[in-house]
């Protein structure tokens, strides 16, 4: 009977996690809202309906489970979700639980995303679980959003201006997954843990444009705009506007702290290897970022 269970498993980090499971002889589950989107099929992988907001489906997807790997969407919904998922936990028996948070959560923060973050980990702290907290820096995937622009445009937008200061910290959500694929399979030995999860640099936005240049062998330029601009980009690709309201207040922190954040070698030392750079997250994606033959 499968022991373990992977939420979020139609996104890059959940996928990349079952991927790593699939090559193992251990029986998984996988919680999904709709199982026609399985992302992998493997005799050791199985899947089941679940619902953030249906406490049958979640205790059905629970029921024999020992440890799970939580992730959701980063929304204002987010804590409740984590809360609803805890608490059901608890009633199934299941002993612990790694959750994918973020870097700067604090249940007291003035900004909506760390506050959110924050108030699901307390969730998870004062619950009677055993628990692993994992705090990624920003997904090297989100640069997937931008593929099509450098494809067609040869250009890379960002709202974070061009100071030296305005830089970015990021991790490579192939990283995150060999991370929490370890807790997983080993979790008495990281209880009560809380680790920050980085690449092995700090850049700006014209440092990453210089990147996709060297891998792309063309010039991709880095288009500073306004917080209007990219919010009106964000509308226009279907975000609701409260979430780009939480997204657009870490703007300005980027802008003008980014260069405080600490770079962590928690990666390094769980995985003994090095964290993954944001040049070989491109080398390896670079199909993405080219422009599609007609």
Same mark, same amino acid.
């Given at each position: 009977?499968?022991? *373990?269970?992977?939420? $979020?498993?139609? $996104?890059?980090?959940?996928?990349?996690?079952?991927?790593?499971?699939?090559?193992?002889?251990?029986?998984?589950?996988?919680?999904?809202?709709?199982?026609?989107?399985?992302?992998?099929?493997?005799?050791?992988?199985?899947?089941?309906?679940?619902?953030?907001?249906?406490?049958?489906?979640?205790?059905?997807?629970?029921?024999?489970?020992?440890?799970?790997?939580?992730?959701?969407?980063?929304?204002?919904?987010?804590?409740?979700?984590?809360?609803?998922?805890?608490?059901?936990?608890?009633?199934?028996?299941?002993?612990?639980?790694?959750?994918?948070?973020?870097?700067?959560?604090?249940?007291?923060?003035?900004?909506?995303?760390?506050?959110?973050?924050?108030?699901?980990?307390?969730?998870?702290?004062?619950?009677?679980?055993?628990?692993?907290?994992?705090?990624?820096?920003?997904?090297?995937?989100?640069?997937?959003?931008?593929?099509?622009?450098?494809?067609?445009?040869?250009?890379?937008?960002?709202?974070?201006?061009?100071?030296? $200061?305005?830089?970015?910290?990021?991790?490579?959500?192939?990283?995150?997954?060999?991370?929490?694929?370890?807790?997983?399979?080993?979790?008495?030995?990281?209880?009560?843990?809380?680790?920050?999860?980085?690449?092995?640099?700090?850049?700006?936005?014209?440092?990453?444009?210089?990147?996709?240049?060297?891998?792309?062998?063309?010039? *991709?330029?880095?288009?500073?705009?306004?917080?209007?601009?990219?919010?009106?980009?964000?509308?226009?690709?279907?975000?609701?506007?409260?979430?780009?309201?939480?997204?657009?207040?870490?703007?300005?922190?980027?802008?003008?702290? $980014?260069?405080?954040?600490?770079?962590?070698?928690?990666?390094?030392?769980?995985?003994?290897?090095?964290?993954?750079?944001?040049?070989?997250?491109?080398?390896?994606?670079?199909?993405?970022?080219?422009?599609?033959?007609?």
């Amino acid at each position: 009977m499968e022991k *373990i269970l992977i939420t $979020g498993g139609t $996104g890059n980090n959940g996928k990349a996690i079952l991927e790593n499971l699939a090559n193992t002889n251990m029986p998984v589950r996988a919680m999904l809202r709709d199982i026609s989107k399985a992302p992998i099929r493997t005799k050791n992988i199985s899947y089941v309906k679940g619902d953030y907001e249906d406490e049958h489906s979640l205790l059905e997807a629970l029921n024999g489970i020992e440890s799970a790997f939580l992730v959701t969407a980063f929304e204002s919904s987010f804590a409740k979700k984590h809360a609803a998922f805890i608490r059901v936990a608890e009633q199934a028996g299941v002993k612990h639980i790694v959750q994918l948070s973020g870097l700067g959560a604090d249940a007291s923060s003035p900004i909506d995303i760390a506050r959110w973050l924050g108030e699901a980990e307390d969730y998870l702290i004062q619950s009677t679980l055993n628990w692993t907290i994992l705090q990624p820096a920003s997904f090297n995937s989100n640069f997937f959003a931008s593929a099509d622009e450098v494809a067609n445009l040869s250009t890379i937008s960002a709202p974070f201006g061009c100071e030296p $200061g305005a830089t970015v910290v990021t991790v490579d959500h192939q990283d995150i997954a060999d991370v929490a694929t370890k807790i997983l399979m080993e979790p008495n030995l990281h209880k009560g843990k809380k680790y920050i999860l980085t690449g092995p640099e700090k850049l700006t936005y014209s440092d990453i444009a210089q990147i996709l240049s060297e891998e792309l062998d063309r010039e *991709i330029k880095y288009m500073p705009i306004s917080d209007k601009t990219a919010r009106l980009g964000l509308l226009n690709s279907g975000i609701p506007e409260s979430d780009i309201d939480a997204l657009a207040q870490l703007w300005p922190v980027t802008r003008e702290w $980014g260069h405080t954040i600490e770079l962590s070698d928690h990666t390094e030392k769980l995985l003994g290897r090095g964290a993954t750079s944001i040049r070989a997250f491109f080398r390896s994606e670079i199909h993405r970022f080219k422009k599609k033959e007609v």
